[in-house]
């Protein structure tokens, strides 16, 4: 299976991105062809700091590494690097419907969010992430629930695309983990862990004191008791999903393990599951810190593999439209 996915270079990666996607990552490299990018193109549809960005997207592609991607069985690379991606957009563009871009939610929260600068990159946002994921040939893309719009509007654009000049692109399908697709955040329960809301996030180089005080503040509910349920306990429910996927307990054993014990007892218990668990990723960024050189020679190889798997089909597409071939 090819598989395809990407995380964009806006602050540092969270328990979210990892358990909603690395994570799936890390376990799909070992059998399948994959293409992990960190796509840059994307991060710049938002207010970005262009004096830092090149360091920032430098050390996404440490945390991709210390998080357990292998260089050596997957293509990691920088979006930008391979400039199909963008010439592959220009042309989705002409295929992919006005009104299924208005539809999307992420451009709908964004453009409220961002209200000073609703630019048309914002807008044709899911239509690079087409291309991203066409230009390979994907047929799988690992991700989190919230960007399960965006592919189904790639699917849509694949298939658009087919039936007007040809059975040229594969339509790829998305793959959401069984559990943690979506985490949520330690402010707000009921709302999604973001990088754009830093103070509901569990960053995976948070320091151990850090860890320990943001799951001793983290919203929990009324009432006492530690069980499982997503409606009336949203808090506790999304502390009880992290625990079980950093432990390998299922949730009825720790809802077995932590009965008649308080609020206090459990989130210790966590943070130090949590502070143990990131423990591995902390160490490991801190190791590939300002080795420079031999992650921009990662990334360059990456990109090199990648734009000839691009290239190959910008060739057919291009073919496909009748675009003029000069020899
Ligand atoms: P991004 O950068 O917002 O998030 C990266 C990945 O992390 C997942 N994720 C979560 N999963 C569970 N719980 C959460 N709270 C949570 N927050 C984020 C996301 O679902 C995602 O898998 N548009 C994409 C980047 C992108 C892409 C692509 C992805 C661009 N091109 C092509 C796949 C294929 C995005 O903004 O992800």
New binding site residues.
Partial sequence: MRI???????GQ??????????KQWIKLQETNECIF?I?DL??ITVPYNSKVFSEVVLSKAIEYLACGLDPEKSIIFI?SQVKEHTELAWLLNTVCPLGDLRRMT?FKDKSKKFKNNINAGLFN??V???A??LIYQ?DL????????Q??EL?RSVAKKFNKTFGNVLTVPKVVF?TM??????LEDPTK????STPASCLFLIDEPKTIEKKIMRATTDSGKKIVYDIKKKPGISNLLTIYSLFSGHSIKELEKEFKGKNYSEFKKSLAKTLINGLEPIRRKTKELTNRDVYIKEILNKGAKRAQVLASSTMEKVRGSMGLLKLD
Avoid: C, R, W
């Fill in positions: 395809f996915s990407g995380i964009q270079p806006t990666l969270h328990i979210g991105n990892y358990l909603g996607a690395i990018s796509v994307h991060a979006q992420q946002y899911p690079l992430m087409a991203d994921i994907t893309v690992p991700v989190g629930k919230d960007q399960g965006h592919v790639a983990p943690g697709a979506k985490i949520m955040s999604k862990m973001s990088k």
